[in-house]
């Protein structure tokens, strides 16, 4: 199968770096980001990422485009301001609806979660089909599907709301979490098979979802594709196409966490989608 065109790269923003590691920008309206973060850490040596997550304004799903794509770029502003130099927008509802705002807003390069996602999987995918889970805003977007189309894939999308609070509540790996996704993805299996389709490649739409792996991947044969793990890898070649990555002598990682409302619950939550404690979350505001 051909291969697909993944994200273009940028030279003109990213200058090499020998002495120390990229600093980089992640946001999303909440805590689900931080897995693509998590992803991140390893990946790049002696970055510094800055979080933003905009929980006083979420979820974003219930918003207008233009709403969201305004606290998008708002938050976008925040991270160049702490110094970002590349963005990762780790935020599904704003990868779909706001992307093309934010890039138009903001000097450095910006990455999305969806089309790193549905870009590794066309390069999983034999048949062509894909499945998507995702939240209702960012299937009603079809960003999925408008994405797939562009690399040769057909994508059936699925909202699947009973997840997110699930997560939240920490029921990873609880039987009632482990029915309902039983339940959605048995029916997303009949709803491909009466389209006359042959998946074998499922995208976790939701940067939630990567929490509910394992239980995913116990429920179907089909390949699983986490978008966290996706950008991480996609971020790594953006920065190492210009340069921008040193060796690992500069050192471990670094983090710094920003919210724009309850930090404790951020550090609570946050700890779980990280795999590691959060110490210090710093309040912003970034207005209505």
């Given at each position: 199968?051909?291969?697909?065109s993944l ?9 090499p ?11 999303d ?10 992803a991140?850490l390893p990946s790049i040596p ?9 929980t006083?304004r979420?979820?974003y799903?219930?918003?207008?485009q233009?709403?969201i794509?305004?606290y998008a770029v708002s938050s976008a502003?925040f991270?160049l ?6 963005l990762?927008?780790?935020c ?5 609806l706001?992307?093309e705002?934010?890039?138009a807003?903001v000097?450095?390069?910006v ?5 790193t996602g549905?870009?590794q ?9 894909i499945?998507?889970?995702?939240t209702?805003?960012?299937?009603e977007?079809?960003?999925?599907s408008?994405?797939?189309r562009?690399v040769?894939?057909t994508a ?6 009973l ?5 939240e ?5 609880h039987?009632?979490?482990a ?5 959605y993805?048995?029916?997303l299996?009949a709803?491909?098979s009466a ?6 490649t ?9 929490l509910?792996r394992?239980?995913?991947e116990r429920?179907?044969r089909w390949?699983?594709i986490?978008?966290a ?11 190492a196409f210009v340069g ?7 050192g471990?990682?670094?983090?710094r ?7 404790a619950?951020f550090?609570?939550?946050?700890a779980?989608?990280?795999?590691q404690?959060?110490e210090?979350?710093?309040l912003?505001d970034?207005?209505?």
């Amino acid at each position: 199968m051909t291969e697909p065109s993944l994200p273009a790269v940028s030279s003109t923003t990213l200058e090499p770096r020998n002495t120390r590691g990229p600093r980089i920008g992640v946001f999303d309206s909440g805590f689900g980001g931080l897995t693509v973060l998590k992803a991140l850490l390893p990946s790049i040596p002696g970055a510094h990422y800055i979080y933003l997550g905009d929980t006083a304004r979420l979820p974003y799903g219930s918003k207008s485009q233009a709403t969201i794509a305004r606290y998008a770029v708002s938050s976008a502003r925040f991270l160049l301001e702490q110094g970002a130099e590349f963005l990762v927008i780790a935020c599904n509802t704003a990868s779909a609806l706001a992307i093309e705002d934010i890039r138009a807003a903001v000097p450095v390069p910006v990455l999305g979660v969806i089309e790193t996602g549905v870009s590794q999987a066309r390069l999983t995918s034999d048949s062509g089909d894909i499945l998507v889970i995702a939240t209702d805003a960012t299937v009603e977007s079809h960003a999925y599907s408008t994405a797939s189309r562009k690399v040769g894939l057909t994508a059936l999308e699925k909202a699947c709301p009973l997840l997110v609070p699930l997560v939240e509540e920490g029921w990873i790996d609880h039987p009632v979490t482990a029915e309902v996704v039983r339940i959605y993805l048995s029916g997303l299996a009949a709803e491909a098979s009466a389209a006359g389709l042959t998946p074998d490649t499922l995208v976790l739409g939701c940067t939630h979802y990567p929490l509910l792996r394992p239980v995913i991947e116990r429920t179907v044969r089909w390949s699983v594709i986490d978008a966290a793990e996706a950008t991480a890898l996609e971020v790594s070649r953006q920065l190492a196409f210009v340069g921008a990555v040193p060796n690992a002598s500069v050192g471990k990682a670094t983090s710094r966490f920003f919210a724009t409302d309850s930090v404790a619950k951020f550090r609570r939550l946050g700890a779980m989608f990280l795999g590691q404690p959060i110490e210090e979350v710093e309040l912003v505001d970034l207005g209505g």
